[in-house]
């Protein structure tokens, strides 16, 4: 009875062995099957070719005609989006906080999914419960509570306040997956270091850690995911100086409006760096959406 | 953050003890880290006082650069930081830069009429009776930066924009047209332009406050002017009168001559539609020159105010107009005799021209007069048949907005979901929701 | 034996467990281990939703907190008037929202979870595929959408007109009756992947001998999904339910992005979180503090109270399908 989506971040479903002969009825079910999985392929990833496409194309055409290929692609797009409206910055920012709070979020919670995992004491149950709880919460509503704590710490506008608050909104999911996988590993390993005489850290470091490094990975491309895009935070908690990407794109079309071929260079800079993740580690992020489902 | 090492000031309302050690650690943290930064002023942070100014003209960031260079001459040992942020945005930014215990601005750009309310109740703005003079300033000005329960001034007025119908001087030489002096030529001209191909009037009523201000432009003479709200406030008259449902009519009778569509439009593509020549007018405020002209420095931009329509109650066209803001003193300032000092300027005809000059914008000090040769026909508009835009005047004090209210119900209008009457009594229920008639 | 759901599946491991796990360790280790994640939690998540309530409770001036004011605040929402109408249409958006995803997302979602079970060509790129739009930040999905349904400049319906379909070239994001499907349609074509492998997740889990042996005995492809397949992939729905249900409570950036502030046009897409965000930061009103925190507690006990009870009621049918 043990959860295999949980236990295990390879959960991209097995080929189902090959039956051996197909009757004639089930091979229409099969071509109509495959026009409806192609057919929205070119629905999911028409809108995307569509903004790197526009993001090449000069403004005059753009405006004459909404569909139509670059005739010569204009970089310059790219070239004014990203110094002259600030994206370098952003795109900083973007990559300090995001970075930053998922490597905080992770660590803490690996410390504390540990301990509600391998050990026994009074309130385990109860403190497991209490951040299974912040699955459910709407943490945004606690938005103007927040900003005045910040206030308060001397955190406001800064990129600090928002990394601890992004770190904090990672625990729940993080604890939650990662007291999971570490349930699933033999008691036989840490018995084992037990008696070599580790002491309880050294066990949780040097051999219990390695063995989740998966779920590790996982998780911490989920946050990822989540943080990179997130709005709502930085358009209340910070200043144009920290701006992250997406806030920073909501002041990029309110000044750069009227030109619509720098929006698309815009949307494509805020969106490359995830596809980019994507494509090098799709494994996990399957897993880490699927590890999701758990919650 | 720490951008200054003054003391500061708490708020009262600091969330708890725990935060409030951590507050002092974190005042610990910065005092050390301004001490690290190198100081612009050779280490003499005793002698120079830098007061930030907020904004929410990011477009207006070289322009207020010069013109505080002017300041900061005549006043050896003030330095002034000019900030700009996002106008959409800037409320949320405002409110939360004016709670901060300590770095948040020191003067800071206000938005006229309700939105500074909260901040002059909750005591965040100093008053400013009795150590800045307005006096000869006009009423509706001053009015946008006065505490709506005190009375009391809170901030001197920068901005006045004025409200026309904006048009492409070469489309309308190309189809022959004049500039319409009655309410025919202005429908003959839409249908001229119409059989063209070319959109007569770019709009849209996607964003409820282009339809308030769209309203004003072609209803006022047919509501009455500001004499009508001045009435609704006495409790005098509503919004169901006949008068007032009829000047609704009177936009929603123009959506022949709207883009296609005009609710689904987005702002930015109703501008889009006005720079780049596809449409022939622009029913909207002197401060849309400046994207215009960004987008295109070559079009031809010229203005008319809308003619008087069929049953108008006025009897000649009106230009419609509003302060546009104004600059107020952050209470939590530490600076607080620097910054009023710089608020004192504000009001001179000194900074009044810099501003028109620097800036491109109509001045609200009185008498100064911008050199863009279209502001400055536009503010001689104003100046000689000037109307309070009224719904910002008198009904921007509470949610929902008046202007939001209207525009709201123009754009069920326009969506044939709603007849003038249905729109009227809309309005007047939504805006009833805070606004209580004086007795 | 079967694993298609999680939250059954994790009791089920504490279950065995606990038996096992018997060690006691110090206090000092403890702290170590549970003290940073705890503070992080409590302090800037926890902390921040306890306030909220008692901001509530309170009258306010701008920022400054005046006395006790008892449920004044919440009488705003939930006395007969304007302010508790656009509540309760707000309200309404969001159930809107919530039933026309699920219909939309989640049915999507299964068909190609289960047609991509099968391997067919092309099987990684197709997921792939699907899955892309949802790495895209979903304030970039609303301005792109945005900028693709402009009636004057858009793609979408210079595309329509382009091939002949004139008529289907409406105001999609600009007609009240639209504009909230459109908005529900473009969400769905960000997030259909993440069902879709949700169930992927939860099919690889089914071995694979129960549908060949329903097929032996003779059963149709249909009757194998419906009869055996289906049943056990409830509670991975349950799971999928509850998260797009949370989700959608909180949906505010590709409406903000594709609709305004306001939820435009006339009001017919404004949800509870944009009601929220105006309440909170664009009210002229000085009580905005109060009023917002307010609509927080309600809006809260709702989405959690609902959560919670949802988790019950797929634990307790779980156990029945055991």
Known sequence: MTSQVIAEPRVTPRPAPRRAR?????????????????????????????????????????????????????????VRAWSEASFSTYFLNSVVVTVTSVALGTAVSALAAYALARYRFPGNGLLAAFFLSGLMLPIRLGIVPVFYLLDAMGLLGG?????????????????????????????????????????????FGQVMLPLVRPALATVALFQFITLWNDFFFPLVLVEDAAYTLPVGLTRFFQEYGLTQSLLYSGLVITTIPLVVVFLFATKQIVAGLTAGMSR | ??????????????????????????????????????????????????????????????????????????????????????????????????????????????????????????????????????????????????????????????????????YNKKIFADNGIQVPTTWEDLKAAGDKLKKAGITPMATTAKEPWV????????????????????????????????????????????????????????????????????????????????????????LDIGFFDAPLPPGAK????????????????????????????????MATPEFGQLFADELKQISAVPGVSPKDPLLAEMIAKYRSQGEPYSMAVHFGYGEPLGRDAEGEAIASMLLGKMDAKAAGTKIQKDISAWFKPEE | ????????????????????????????????????????????????????????????????????????????????????????????????????????????GLAFAVLLHRSRAGKRFLQTAFTLPHLVSPIVVGYLWSLMLSPSFGAVNAGLRGVGLESLALPWTGDPALSLPTVIVVNAWQWVGFPMLLFGAALAGIPEEYGNAARVDGASAWQVFRKITFPLLIPAIGTVSVLTFVGNMNVIDVIYAMQGSQGQPAGSTDVLTLLFYRTAFQNPDPAAIGQSSALAVLMFVFIFGVSMLAIRVMRRAEGRLR
């Not at chain 2, 900030?83 to 006229?112: F, M, R, W």
């Not at chain 2, 009168?241 to 022949?256: F, I």
């Not at chain 2, 022939?280 to 960004?294: H, Q, S, T, V």
């Open chain 1, 22 to 78: 197909t009757p004639l009825k089930q091979r229409a079910g099969g071509v109509a099957a495959a026009l409806l999985l192609w057919g929205y392929a070119a629905v999911a990833l028409a809108p995307l070719l569509l903004m790197v496409v526009n993001s090449l194309r000069d403004e005059a055409s753009l405006r004459s005609q909404p569909l139509g290929l670059p005739t010569t692609p204009q970089l310059g797009n790219y």
């Open chain 1, 159 to 203: 990129r600090t306040g928002l990394i601890f608050i992004y770190a904090a909104s990672g625990v729940p999911f993080c604890v939650f997956v990662l007291t999971a996988f570490f349930r699933q590993l033999p008691d036989e390993l840490e018995e084992a270091a037990r008696i070599d005489g580790a002491s309880e850290l050294r066990i």
């Open chain 2, 1 to 166: 953050m720490g951008r200054r090492t003054a003391p500061r000031t708490l708020t009262r309302n600091s969330a708890s003890q725990i935060s409030r050690s951590l507050l002092a650690a974190g005042c610990a943290a910065t005092l050390a880290l301004t001490a690290c930064a190198p100081s612009t002023e050779g280490g003499s942070a005793g002698d120079t006082t830098k007061l930030t100014v907020w904004s929410w003209r990011t477009e207006d960031i070289a322009g207020y650069n010069k013109i505080f260079d002017v300041y900061e001459k005549k006043h050896p040992g003030v330095q002034v930081e000019f900030k700009a942020y996002k106008n959409t945005e800037y409320p949320t930014i405002l409110q939360t830069g004016l709670a901060k215990s300590s770095g948040g601005p020191d003067v800071a750009q206000l938005k006229p009429f309700g939105p500074i309310q909260a901040f002059i109740e909750g005591g965040n703005l100093t008053a400013l009776d009795g150590k800045v003079d307005l006096a000869g300033w006009p009423e509706e000005v001053v009015a946008a930066a006065k505490g709506k329960k005190d009375g009391k001034t809170y901030g001197v007025p920068f901005a006045i924009q004025t409200l026309h119908v904006l």
């Open chain 2, 211 to 298: 339809m308030g201000l769209t309203h004003e432009i072609f209803g006022a003479t047919r509501m009455g002017g500001d004499k009508f709200a001045q009435d609704v406030v006495a409790g005098k008259n509503d919004f169901t009168d006949p008068d007032y449902t009829a000047s609704l009519q009177t936009v929603a009778d123009l959506k022949p001559y709207f883009p296609e569509d005009v609710t689904a439009v987005p702002y930015l593509d109703a501008q889009a539609l006005f720079s780049s020549g596809k449409a022939a007018m622009y029913p909207g405020g002197a401060y849309e020159l400046g994207p215009f002209k960004k987008a295109d420095p070559g």
């Open chain 2, 314 to 345: 006025m009897d000649k066209p009106v230009t419609p107009g509003f302060a546009d803001g104004s600059y107020g003193v952050n209470a939590k300032s530490p600076n607080q005799k620097e910054a009023l000092e710089l608020v004192k300027w």
């Open chain 3, 1 to 108: 034996m079967v694993q298609a759901g999680g939250v059954s599946s994790e009791r089920a491991a504490r279950g065995r467990r606990r038996s096992r796990r018997s060690r006691v360790p110090s206090v000092r280790l403890l702290v170590f281990l549970l003290a940073p994640a705890l503070a992080l939690y409590s302090v800037f998540i926890i902390y921040p939703l306890f306030s909220s309530l008692q901001y509530s409770l309170f009258s306010w001036a701008g920022t400054r907190q005046l006395g006790f004011a008892g449920l004044e605040n919440f009488e705003r929402w939930l006395q007969p008037g304007l302010y508790r109408e656009r509540l309760l249409r707000a309200f309404g958006h969001n159930m809107i929202f919530f039933a026309g995803t699920m219909l939309l997302q989640t049915t999507l």
